[in-house]
């Protein structure tokens, strides 16, 4: 007998370029935009106010995540917003700005829970996470790499231990995800390269994974095919065709590992890089 399995994805994927339009036509009376500095210097979080403003949002910024989000980072979101209650939450930036959105969530709609409730540091999670019914969640990923717009999978640091902390849950996926290349353009080369390597590492990790399946396999392949195309002229010549094409990936290759599993090369990287502050894509 055959084994049952689902398929998790977004609600919604919403891509192309100048795809953060969207936020405009999102129903909701307060949204939340948790980001970084470098969203804010570069007008990403003022874009997204400006969107939401306009379909009658009341909006709130943080912009203080850190690389590598921390467990503190996430209460303090928590703490500052309770008055706020916001009913949309936007996770913009790299993979670690839409993690501490993912985190946010889990705290803010079950504050019963704690952190060492939820993780799998040292074996299963304590407890589950029921169902979040308050909250819509959307991600928009600023950088090509991580696939945490498309993933069931959150990491926070915890400094007293050094070290990265899963939290992986289906109800941690986004209900929407935004791929606007438009948002990715401005990724330093270093970054566009750590995190192209991200991209691809999920790409082939999820293909020979053991739970990889006819429905994650296509996808897989794809971002394989996509990135091993595109990302060298993304890199070397700046091509925005090319970072088009490797922005779509990542989310494929993020809708892939999800949907199968990472392997060994992701469970050292993220041992390797707590402990040595090493990027994740290049600790890949």
């Given at each position: ?198 991209a691809l590492t999920?790409a082939i990790e ?79």
């Amino acid at each position: 007998m055959s084994t049952i399995r689902i398929f998790r994805s977004p609600r919604d994927i919403v891509w192309g370029r100048g795809s953060i339009a969207h936020l405009e036509s999102i129903r909701g009376k307060r949204a939340l935009i948790v980001t970084d500095p470098v969203m804010t210097k570069l007008g990403g979080a003022a874009r997204a106010r400006d969107y939401f403003r306009k379909g009658g949002l009341e909006v709130r910024t943080f912009d203080e995540v850190e690389p590598e989000p921390s467990i503190q980072t996430v209460m303090k979101i928590v703490t500052e917003n309770k008055d706020f209650n916001p009913d949309v939450i936007v996770g913009m930036g790299g993979g670690s700005a839409i993690d501490a959105s993912k985190g946010f969530r889990v705290f803010f709609e079950h504050p019963q829970l704690t952190f060492e409730d939820v993780h799998a540091l040292n074996g299963p999670p304590k407890a589950s996470i029921p169902p979040f019914k308050k909250t819509t969640h959307v991600a928009i990923s600023s950088t090509s790499g991580s696939g945490s717009d498309a993933s069931h999978v959150c990491v926070l640091t915890d400094p007293a231990i050094h070290a990265k902390c899963p939290i992986v849950h289906p109800e941690l996926k986004p209900n929407m995800t935004i791929v606007d290349p438009d948002i990715a353009d401005s990724m330093p080369k270093g970054v566009l390269a750590d995190t192209g390597l991200d991209a691809l590492t999920h790409a082939i990790e999820s293909y020979v994974s053991g739970m990889a399946n006819d429905f994650s396999r296509g996808l897989s392949l794809e971002a394989i095919c996509l990135l091993m195309k595109y990302l060298p002229p993304a890199y070397q010549e700046n091509n925005p065709a090319a970072k088009e094409h490797i922005h779509y990936a990542a989310t494929m290759a993020g809708l892939a590992f999800s949907n199968s599993a990472n392997g060994i090369c992701h469970t050292v990287a993220t041992k390797v890089g707590g402990f040595f502050k090493l990027t994740h894509g290049r600790g890949n």
